[in-house]
């Protein structure tokens, strides 16, 4: 006979009710409400992980959808960019094959993977970076693309046997970028504090530094100019004119042929200078334009864009 519900007693001889004890129900109490609470914790989890999912993944306003998006504009933006980078080259190519003869050095844009900084990076500050990164290489390329076809313009107008009479080198020796370069444009001048139109460019300098012509000409002004201090303009007779002011010595007198590299001064602060450096100015035609363009026989291309991004950012002038 199995047991069930009541156990024999051998002492009464009869079937007496078989009762569970205290601490047993106890146990089976607890257990009951620990599989249960499992229960019930496993169902909450799948209901929240599919709604969650329903509504925040696949939602097209989620952070993530967004991101994507975003990363796809970003994709399509560097692509154009990558477009204008790439006919700048081909542009750069053709001037330095038509002056020089030669094919410039572009290896300075072979960089293989230019992201690879961002790999360890959040994804929300990879977005930020490269957006950027985009406005401002979009930025120069549109400005690069407009002194390009001056250029090319200018050449095509141009005789090229004539070319030594171009401005074409910096003022002093600094291949290396050794002194700074305060830009052209809109800046504040250092002695009024007022913001000021500066027309040409300025390089912090030891007094007593050596001053070449830029390109082959005819002194057309040697002396004090109020302002400028001791300066010489040189005419280079094609509608280039160039000025070096603030000078502490002047080698060349009005009417004498000067030969692109000859030092025609030496640095200095006179004139309206508060400390020892070189302002240069080209015009063409009567106009003033940016010298940091016509460095192109002293420079490599990765120091030409070095040069530019400096005197762009610099919002002094040193006169």
């Known amino acids: 006979m199995t047991e069930g519900k009541f156990k024999f007693n051998p002492e009464t001889l009869e079937f007496e009710n078989k009762k569970q004890s205290k601490i047993k129900r106890t146990l089976i109490s607890a257990l009951s409400i620990f599989i249960g609470s499992i229960f019930i914790f496993i169902t909450i989890y799948i209901i929240f992980s599919y709604y969650y999912n329903a509504k925040y993944i696949n939602n097209s306003q989620s952070e993530y959808k967004v991101l994507e998006k975003q990363y796809k504009i970003l994709l399509e933006r560097k692509k154009k960019n990558d477009k204008y980078l790439n006919e700048l080259i081909e542009k750069d190519k053709k001037i330095y094959q038509a002056v020089f003869k030669s094919s410039p050095d572009n290896t300075m844009f072979n960089d293989i993977n230019p992201y690879s900084k961002f790999l360890n990076s959040k994804t929300t500050d990879i977005v930020k970076e490269n957006n950027e990164r985009l406005v401002l290489i979009n930025q120069v390329t549109e400005k690069q693309k407009a002194v390009y076809?001056?250029?090319i313009d200018l050449?095509?107008?141009?005789?090229?046997?004539s070319l030594e009479n171009i401005p074409a080198i910096q003022p002093i020796f600094n291949k290396k970028l050794?002194?700074?370069v305060y830009g052209f444009g809109e800046r504040i001048d250092q002695v009024y504090k007022t913001l000021i139109f500066h027309p040409g460019i300025d390089y912090?300098?030891?007094e007593g530094t050596n001053v070449f012509a830029t390109a082959d000409g005819i002194v057309e002004k040697s002396g004090h100019k109020r302002g400028?201090?001791?300066?010489?303009i040189i005419n280079h007779g094609n509608g280039y004119k160039t000025t070096y002011a603030h000078l502490s010595e002047i080698y060349f007198k009005k009417g004498k042929r000067v030969k692109r590299g000859n030092i025609i001064g030496k640095t200095g602060m006179s004139g309206k200078s508060l400390i020892p450096h070189l302002h240069y100015e080209i015009h063409y035609n009567g106009k003033e334009i940016n010298p940091v363009n016509y460095f192109f026989l002293d420079l490599e291309p990765n120091k030409f864009l070095q040069i530019r991004l400096q005197s762009a950012k610099s919002g002094l002038s040193l006169d």
């Open 149 to 151: 076809k001056q250029i």
């Open 155 to 161: 050449l095509q107008k141009t005789d090229t046997s």
């Open 178 to 180: 050794k002194y700074p």
């Open 204 to 206: 912090a300098i030891p």
């Open 228 to 232: 400028l201090g001791k300066r010489i």
